[in-house]
């Protein structure tokens, strides 16, 4: 189990990467959104696009790799399942076009490198 400040700096990465994002023109539609198939960190609108977000924070990426590197194909098929399950709550499946993107956020300074279109459903 994550410690309490684990926990804290996943929820500074993940309002930093929202801020940033929405600095970039996207609308906020939900954040944290849980399901018995998983969790998505932020869902956001870009346009008529809707965007699920996988935040990743990153102290050090020598020792741990880019924020693409982080999201194992294991968490991606996590992070669609959810999506396809949040689509079909809110009767938007095969209405809406959806992408997947990865936000990286360095705890050193809070810098955010964002990877629009990280992973696709075509793996899946």
Known sequence: MATLDTLELGRVAEQKACDF???QGLKLVTRNFRCDLGEIDLIMREGEDLIFIEVRSRGNQEDYGTALESVSPAKQKKVIRSA??????ENLFNKIH?????????????A???VRNAFSTNRY
């Open 112 to 114: 955010c490198e964002w």
């Open 98 to 110: 959806c992408r997947f993107d990865i936000v990286s956020v360095s705890l050193k300074d809070y």
């Open 84 to 89: 396809v399950f949040y689509l079909l709550g």
């Open 21 to 23: 994002l929405q600095s």
